[in-house]
């Protein structure tokens, strides 16, 4: 498998594939982070609201993998904004890593501003070696803006919700606007987008699964995509995705699909 890889802002390259584990639990994350590994993938997404990163940690020691060549990322969770620099900490002590590839604010939490004290621990955490790439998850433009306007280190990275049924183009050509790269998270849609009829036509049409077709659909639009799955085949399924090419005509019936409902969260109603 040959999974590109994406050139940040800031000169850090990232694999554009990654293994998400939200809610895997901690009786299969060992597994299923060694299993990826095993794979191919090099790039694992977890967060401290994970409770998994011990899990990572120990499975990235077991694979025996050199750290140049692992890319981990890693959040900040929510409660956490006003003391980023020791909440960063707990996670390298978990991780049992000496820096994090891209650490990210989780959530903006419009009820406060501790997001800002919090970006600031983070780039001098970036200059003292414990983080290579600082970014942001779940910001809008007007969070992404504040944040710019400090006038500091712009985001290499805004990892947001993005799949068929939600496509959040504005948002991605205003990361596009600022250099920022878009990292789709729950890209499968949490499961359910490979259940569309007009999905499986495509796939059944180029001889691939559903859920290839739309990983394969990010790629072609240059998002970086972090699928989860805990099952062994769909962690390979999801990886076998370099060997094909949607047309255009593939490409603007996927496009079609949106229908502006989040299945997450909006980051508005998160505090
Ligand atoms: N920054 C944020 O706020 C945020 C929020 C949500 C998610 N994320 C990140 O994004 C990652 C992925 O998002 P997600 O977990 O919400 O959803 P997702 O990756 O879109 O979908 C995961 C679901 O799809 C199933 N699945 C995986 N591969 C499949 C395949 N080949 N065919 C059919 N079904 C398949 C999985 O089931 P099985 O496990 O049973 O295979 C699981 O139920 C997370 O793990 C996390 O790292 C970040």
């Known amino acids: 498998m040959s999974i590109p890889l994406i050139t940040l802002n800031d000169g850090h390259q990232i694999p554009q594939l990654g293994l998400g584990v939200w809610q895997v639990r901690s009786n299969s994350i060992v597994p299923t982070v060694l299993t ?48 980023a620099r020791a909440a960063l900490e707990d996670s390298l002590t978990k991780l049992g890593l000496d820096y994090i590839d891209l650490y990210l604010i989780h959530w903006p939490v419009p009820s406060s501003r501790d997001r800002l004290k919090a970006w600031k621990a983070m780039e001098q955490a970036q200059v003292e070696g414990l983080i290579r790439s600082i970014g942001v998850s779940n910001f809008t433009p007007r969070y992404l803006t504040e944040i710019i306007n400090l006038g500091g280190t712009v985001p290499a990275v805004n990892q947001i919700e993005y799949h068929p049924t939600f496509q959040q183009t504005q948002l991605e050509d205003t990361n596009r606007y600022w250099g920022i790269a878009t990292e789709a998270y ?17 796939a059944k049409r180029v001889n691939k699964t559903p859920a290839q077709v739309i990983l394969r659909w990010h790629l072609q639009a240059g998002r970086i995509i972090i699928p989860k799955s805990v099952r062994p085949s769909r962690i390979v399924e999801n990886s076998a995705i370099a060997d094909f090419t949607l047309t255009d005509s593939d490409i603007a019936a996927i496009n079609g699909l949106h229908t502006g409902n989040y299945l997450g969260w909006n980051p508005e109603a998160v505090n």
């Open 186 to 202: 729950s890209p499968l849609g949490m499961g359910s987008a490979p259940q569309n009829e007009q999905i499986k036509q495509i």
């Open 36 to 83: 990826a590994l095993e794979a191919g993938y090099r790039h694992i997404d977890t967060a401290a609201a994970y409770y998994n990163e011990e899990g990572v940690g120990r499975a990235l020691k077991q694979s025996g993998i050199a750290r140049d060549e692992l890319f981990i990322t890693t959040k900040l969770d929510n409660s956490d904004q006003g003391r």
